[in-house]
């Protein structure tokens, strides 16, 4: 009995000690970094994700495409501010065998190419999914003073156009007939949940379905963000 306790005791702590790991490498350096210049510096566009953990499900590099870069906002704003960027990345099977379309939509303070990417990689790989996941406004690499939303419906504006453009517009594009489009998913943890589920309601006839991970209600998440912006 001790034996075994000892055991599992062993694999908590290896398991909270690659936590912190991934934690410090891939989410907190960006952490209270005001903008996004700044925060591209420390974790750029190219940088290698040799040292995040795969999860339970691991996924080969060959079996799926990437593709990176900005998105420059053609119609929405952030934080008032026109022609802003969203950093994104798009996955798209090898072996050309695609179902659906999946937008994903990071948390609070979060980025896409933290432990979400894990998640986009199955969804791409294994469920034959065109998957797009991008940072949000004043998250990640894109642009935006760090965890500033003046307005809940402007920074639901942003990640709606860039899914109309890049992932909806995918639908039509890799579908074996035009005629009929590829269905497009969301997904989405926490704030990203609370972004999902206001998209659905704006353009509910836009998407098959949600996929939401302990979603947030949008005061909740303004709440925080202000709280955040007064410390020191």
């Given at each position: ?89 798009s996955l798209t099977p090898a072996d050309g065998k695609i179902d659906c379309v999946v937008a994903f939509v990071h948390g609070y303070s979060n980025h896409h190419r933290s432990l979400q990417m894990n998640q986009m990689r199955v969804y791409c790989a294994k469920y034959h999914a065109h998957v797009l996941g991008f ?98």
């Open positions: 009995m001790v034996e075994h306790s000892s055991t599992v005791l062993l694999l908590l702590a290896g398991v909270a000690a690659v936590g912190a790991a991934a934690y410090r490498l891939f989410w907190f350096p960006l952490r209270h970094l005001r903008t996004a210049e700044q925060r591209r510096l420390v974790l750029p566009p190219a940088a290698s994700r040799a040292h995040l953990p795969q999860g339970p499900v691991p996924v080969r590099d060959e079996e799926l495409r990437s593709v990176s870069g900005y998105y420059r906002l053609k119609s929405s704003t952030i934080n008032g501010a026109p022609g802003k960027q969203l950093f994104y990345t940072d949000m406004p004043s998250h990640g690499l894109s642009d935006g003073v760090y965890v500033l939303m003046q307005d809940w419906h402007e920074f639901v504006g942003a990640a709606e156009e860039i899914i109309e453009s890049l992932g909806k517009a995918q639908c039509t594009a890799l579908a074996r007939d035009p005629s009929s489009p590829l269905p497009l998913f969301l997904a989405g943890v926490s704030m990203g949940g609370g972004v999902c589920a206001t998209l659905a309601l704006r353009r509910p006839q836009m998407y098959s379905g949600m996929i939401l991970e302990a979603p947030s209600k949008p005061s909740a998440t303004l709440s925080t963000a202000a709280a955040l912006r007064t410390q020191p």
